[in-house]
């Protein structure tokens, strides 16, 4: 009598553990027994331009300020023969999101993601409870700079394991990971696996106009154990009716595979309403099963 129970405790204690592989995108290795397959194919995807982070103008730079208490806007433009050559950004206020997590269209409970930014500081905290083993919390905090968020320090822990980080030594321009004793050449505008949705999300709110559907960012990513650089190709806009009706008006972005080994896919919808905040996340893997995050609460501060 005790097997279904037992197997739905299992069944919750996975889909946890999958949803926390979501929220910052990478597969841990005890899914590595998966077999290996061919990529999904991507949803009409044509790459009509690509931006990369690029340096601003010191003088513009100078004259960021913040439009709110909890709000930053960088005026990063310069002139330039090349149309993106620099990138305005405007950083969404603090706010506290809830997400709703689906399992091939099951529902079950997720977690919160904290955002706080102040004085040109910021620090961004996510919580998964995982039944059972206890609750995963990924961390990320640093400044702002002129190319956006700045990030510093990036730690994750998995309930009782030791905490992995990396640390971002912007006086040094070197990149510090906890996994191994090299160091390496950090590259401006760097983001780690959490800060990398937010500094998308004030990119486009620096200038909707840029991420038109067939765009491609191009932003440097350190994981836990090297530096990455993720594209980010918009999709244009559309209206997202899973959320609440002012949070509707969305822009989407799929993320391109980072290698050959990159057998998922990733999509993110960002909402007009809420500053471009994620208002749904969406992975599917190599065998079809689709992971979403929906937002289903948020409190802007």
Do not use: C
């Amino acid at each position: 009598m005790q097997k279904p129970a037992l197997k739905s405790s299992a069944t919750l204690i996975s889909v946890a553990l999958v949803l926390s592989l979501l929220l910052h995108f990478i597969a841990m290795g005890g899914l590595s027994f998966w077999p290996k397959t061919t990529a999904l194919p991507l949803p009409n995807t044509v790459v009509q331009a690509t931006l990369e982070m690029a340096p601003v103008d010191n003088k513009q730079s100078t004259e960021r300020a913040s439009i709110e208490e909890t709000s930053l806007v960088g005026d990063a433009f310069e002139e330039s023969s090349e149309p993106f050559n620099a990138q305005a950004f405007q950083l969404p206020p603090s706010a506290l999101m809830t997400y709703t997590a689906y399992l091939n269209g099951a529902a079950y409970p997720a977690g919160t993601v904290n955002w706080q930014i102040r004085d040109a500081r910021y620090q961004l905290q996510v919580t998964v409870p995982v039944p059972f083993i206890g609750d995963f919390t990924f961390t990320s905090s640093g400044g702002v700079d002129t190319f956006g968020l700045a990030p510093e320090i990036y730690i994750e822990k998995r309930a009782s394991r030791s905490e992995r980080t990396v640390t971002l030594l912007r006086d040094q321009e070197l990149i510090q990971f906890s996994t191994q004793t090299e160091k390496i050449p950090l590259r401006p505008g760097t983001q780690d696996r959490f800060s990398v949705m937010f500094q998308l999300a004030g990119l486009v709110a620096g200038n909707p106009e840029i991420d038109q559907k067939g765009i491609a960012r191009e932003i440097p990513l350190a994981s836990i154990q090297q530096l990455e650089t993720w594209t980010f190709v918009s999709q244009g806009d559309v209206v997202l009716t899973e959320v609440a009706e002012h949070l509707q008006e969305t822009r989407h972005f799929l993320r391109l595979p980072r290698d050959e080994k990159d057998l998922r896919r990733f999509e993110v919808w960002l909402a007009k309403g809420a500053h471009y905040l994620p208002v749904k996340m969406r992975q599917t893997d190599h065998k079809g099963q689709v992971i979403e995050l929906v937002l289903s609460q948020l409190q802007m501060q």
